[in-house]
């Protein structure tokens, strides 16, 4: 059933959160629902790199890593974002991708497990994940295992070194019960890796209270810190002093400026780090994370929530499309349609101002930030998709899929 304008201008009125959207700078007229995939631009954003280009940079030059901070960037943003993950401030650092990231708790992981050869994974989670899995393995010499979420509690076994899991699965939504599967994974003596990409800034997260050993998740999502924004890491404090990561870096050194000939980890989450940070980026996603001042978490994953069964439940009765119901008990922020030609649907769509994005081969995602999107964005989209549907429009040429990015 389709809501009406009327209810949806009041659950708007009654939001809460309404007020977060003065915080970004959004398009005129465009209904942004890709925010899981790229956040939108903070308000305050331009301004504060203005400022670190023309002063930190262009006037303080090198003093500027003393005089500015920017040395210290990467944990003063870890600990802004650790309680966004519902961690202690010195267990999170902002660095590098996901990607790398991945490898390197996974590896501090394969130390901390001498003689396990296993790693278990879920099948189907995010292909960098399975990939990286894949070249640690081969490095390492252990065996990747990629079951269906159905059976991983089964694959657990003392052989197990690590359990890596997306907390927030990228197309499905599942969301798995983190506690839970800390305590299976530790009841065997394995160690936990937790991808948060699709979680942080969009759920409750709470890495410290659920048991979790090592999560990695990402700045450009709903972190809002631009397009290829640092990533973040997490290490659990009862592994600050054992865990070492495969790949060391001078900047993870307990004391960089000392140059010394071998690598002596630094304390903490710090030893994550590996090269020279870079610092307008850092910034840039410090204004995204500054976003997030004064929100509170379980507010805007039930906001989410709304938004997502009012647009799912609105779309289920339009015809040529399917709709994956959102999973029963918590989900993600976002919901998949599907259409055989969803990459010329959505395309159509975005020509209509409404944004959203496609995973192969049929699933067009729309994602509700809580931050930033509003019950009439849900009204509008359906509107959108409904005449797109109706018209037949993305059979046009000018629909037909370009570009490497879906
Ligand atoms: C679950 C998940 N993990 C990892 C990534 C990619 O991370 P990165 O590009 O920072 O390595 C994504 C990107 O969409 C993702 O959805």
Redesign the pocket.
């Known amino acids: 059933m389709q809501p009406t304008p009327a209810q949806l201008a009041a659950l708007d009125a009654a939001d809460p959160l309404a007020h977060a959207r003065g915080r970004f700078r959004l398009p005129e007229g465009l209904v942004y629902l890709d925010g899981n995939?790229l956040g939108p631009l903070p308000a305050a954003l331009p301004d504060a790199l203005a400022a670190t280009v023309a002063g930190e940079w262009g006037d303080g030059l090198i003093r500027s890593w003393n005089d500015a901070g920017w040395i210290d960037l990467p944990v003063q943003l870890g600990a802004a974002i650790a309680p966004i993950v519902g961690a202690e401030p010195d267990s999170v650092v902002a660095c590098d991708?996901?990607?790398?990231n991945?490898f390197k708790l996974a590896s501090a992981a394969l130390g901390l497990r001498p003689g396990r050869r296993t790693i278990l994974m879920e099948a189907d989670?995010?292909p960098?994940?399975a990939y990286v899995m894949q070249g640690l393995a081969r490095l390492a010499g252990v065996t990747l295992k990629r079951v269906p979420r159905a059976d991983l509690l089964a694959a657990l076994n003392d052989d197990v070194a690590l359990l890596l899991l997306?907390h927030a699965h990228?197309v499905t939504g599942h969301v798995h019960d983190m506690a839970a599967m800390n305590a299976a994974a530790h009841a065997v003596g394995a160690l936990t890796l937790w991808?948060l990409?699709?979680s942080a800034g969009a759920l409750v997260v709470r890495l410290d209270a659920d048991g979790a050993d090592f999560a990695v998740g990402?700045g450009?999502?709903y972190l809002n810190g631009g397009p290829g924004a640092p990533?973040f890491a997490y290490l659990a404090r009862r592994h600050w002093d054992a865990a070492l990561p495969a790949l060391t870096g001078w900047m993870g050194h307990a004391a960089p400026f000392d140059f010394a000939g071998d690598y002596a980890p630094a304390a903490g989450a710090r030893r994550l780090l590996t090269g020279t940070p870079p610092i307008l980026a850092m910034r840039a996603l410090e204004a995204g994370v500054a976003t997030f001042a004064g929100i509170d978490l379980a507010q805007a994953e039930a906001k989410s929530r709304a938004l997502v069964h009012l647009f799912a439940d609105g779309a289920a009765g339009l015809p040529g499309v399917t709709v994956d119901a959102p999973p029963a008990g918590r989900h993600a922020a976002h919901v998949i349609i599907r259409h055989p030609q969803a990459r010329r649907v959505m395309a159509a769509l975005i020509a209509r101002g409404v944004v959203g994005d496609m995973r192969p081969p049929d699933a067009m995602r729309f994602g509700f930030p809580a931050l930033t999107t509003r019950y009439a964005d849900v009204g509008l989209a359906l509107a959108a998709l409904q005449a797109v549907l109706a018209s037949g429009e993305w059979q046009d040429e000018r629909f037909a899929p370009r570009g490497m990015v879906s």
């Not at 991708?97 to 790398?100: E, N």
């Open positions: 995939s991708s996901v990607s790398l991945l989670d995010f960098t994940d997306t990228y991808d990409s699709h990402c450009y999502k990533a």
